[in-house]
């Protein structure tokens, strides 16, 4: 069964640091998401991707967010400049056109600001 | 917030079916329902989904009232592995519809 892909799987880094989070959706899936849950709390969207271009994005996904699908396979979420509070699990996921079966989602990237 | 709402946890016996009830009384005539579970601190993964008729699949059936203002999520023969949160969502559909998930209830299947 297909598989959305993250990596790496936990990342810890210093507060201020830039961080690319790597997601490799389903190949012949054309949209693209990124969820964020915080321990103990509830999954939360953070931005849509179709056609090259943000579709839609959270309040959360302010000017420090970036998303990116450099090639024909990687998506990308960039933090620039990490603060404690984005400490969470980054869900990466990816949906065909019809959108029969829901999104799938990856298994996520638990990220860690010290 | 979601426009959902469910009991925090239930549980049931393995082999046994697990209803899993939502409601939903603002539901819009072009929302669906759909259905997530999360296990541990996985992704979350597609169960089903539905307008209003009723639906099954491999994992489930979805049953939606007439009204459409509530459903119920069955998993027919319950297993230790079917342990997780159960989302139950309103969206419209398309593919770059966004989910807004809500607490979900836990559903612990005991031995």
């Known amino acids: 069964e297909p598989e959305v892909t993250q990596t790496p799987s936990h990342q810890v880094t210093q507060m201020g640091q830039e961080v690319i989070l790597r997601c490799v959706p389903i190949?012949?899936?054309?949209?693209f998401y990124w969820y964020r849950q915080i321990l103990g709390q509830k999954v939360e969207f953070l931005v849509s991707?179709?056609?090259?271009?943000?579709?839609?994005k959270s309040e959360i996904f302010d000017d420090q967010f970036s998303v990116e699908r450099p090639d024909g396979s990687n998506f990308t979420l960039k933090i620039r400049s990490t603060k404690l509070e984005d400490s969470a699990m980054y869900f990466c996921?990816?949906?065909?056109?019809?959108?029969?079966?829901?999104?799938?989602f990856g298994s996520g990237t638990r990220l860690t600001v010290v | 917030d979601a426009k959902t709402t469910q009991p925090p946890s239930m549980d049931c016996a393995e082999g046994r079916a697990a209803n899993l009830p939502c409601n939903h009384s603002?539901?819009?005539?072009?929302?669906?329902v759909y259905w997530y579970r999360q296990i541990h601190s996985q992704g979350p993964q597609y169960i089903i989904h539905?307008?209003?008729n009723n639906e099954t699949n491999e994992m489930a059936s979805l049953i939606i009232t007439e009204d459409r203002k509530s459903s119920t999520l069955i998993l027919p023969h319950a297993t230790l592995r079917d342990t997780a949160v159960y989302y139950c969502?309103?969206?419209?559909?398309?593919?770059?519809?966004?989910?807004?998930f809500g607490k979900g209830i836990t559903l612990s299947v005991r031995p």
């Open positions: 996921a990816s949906s065909e056109e019809g959108f029969n079966y829901g999104y799938t």
């Open positions: 190949s012949n899936h054309l949209y």
């Open positions: 991707f179709y056609n090259n271009e943000i579709s839609e």
């Open positions: 603002t539901i819009s005539g072009n929302e669906y």
């Open positions: 539905g307008l209003k």
């Open positions: 969502i309103v969206s419209e559909s398309g593919a770059n519809s966004k989910l807004t």
